[in-house]
């Protein structure tokens, strides 16, 4: 049982790194103010992340304890609070460091060509990080009800598939760097959709099954 939940959730983080690989040979190809620009931007994108990171293994936990003792009212409430908090508190950061995106950017470097760099990657990928909440606390819900390989199946495609999709097929039709950072965001809305319709159909199941067993 605990295979069955933590194997797909490594083998996520496996492929997610391969993916990542992907996209920063792409962001190599512009150049050392691509890559320093970007890399300045990317320390405050991990900045925020750690707030969803909180929330997530706070939801995994709490959902789990609560999906067994059978307590589901509890396991909804958990997952929207959870699901509101990662998003606020990551989107409160997301904003603030974009806000004050030349301060930032002017504790890396001064050179002007990679601020930029590192500017557009913040207005058009880090302002919408707080999206990724919706997917990741998703997926952290259903592994607390012992679900695991349909939101790994999910993240793969929409984080990690979608987005060599987009640096192979679609990048070479309008090839800058803007068009290339865009991957980003889309990726987060795309599978974030997918997983909170993944996460409703599952708690539609759960409560049935519930039910089913009361009566």
């Not at 391969?18 to 190599?28: D, E, G, L, P, R």
């Not at 990317?42 to 003792?69: K, V």
């Not at 640096?167 to 889309?186: E, G, S, T």
Request: charged share 10%; aromatic share 18%; with cysteine.
């Amino acid at each position: 049982r605990m295979l069955q939940i933590g194997v797909p959730a490594g083998l996520q983080g496996m492929v997610f790194s391969f993916s990542n690989v992907v996209v920063q040979t792409a962001i190599n190809g512009y150049g050392y103010g691509a890559i320093a620009g970007s890399a300045a931007a990317l320390n405050f994108e991990f900045y925020s992340y750690f707030f969803i990171g909180a929330f997530n293994g706070a939801a995994i936990t709490f959902i789990g304890q609560n999906y067994g003792a059978g307590k589901l009212d509890r396991v909804n409430r958990i997952f929207w609070i959870c699901m509101g908090m990662g998003a606020l508190t990551c989107a409160l950061c997301n904003w603030g460091f974009t806000w004050q995106d030349d301060f930032f950017l002017s504790l890396f470097t001064s050179d002007p060509q990679v601020v930029a760099f590192g500017k557009l990657r913040m207005h058009n990928a880090l302002i919408f990080q707080f999206i990724a909440a919706s997917y990741e606390i998703s997926a952290s819900a259903m592994r607390g009800m012992g679900k695991s390989m349909a939101p790994t199946l999910i993240t793969i495609f929409g984080t990690c598939v979608l987005r060599m999709i987009w640096v192979f097929a679609i990048l070479p039709h309008c090839n800058d760097f803007l068009h290339l950072v865009w991957v980003y965001p889309v990726s987060w809305a795309f599978t974030g959709v997918l997983m909170l319709i993944l996460y409703y159909a599952n708690w539609k199941k759960v409560k049935r099954g519930f039910a089913h067993v009361v009566e």
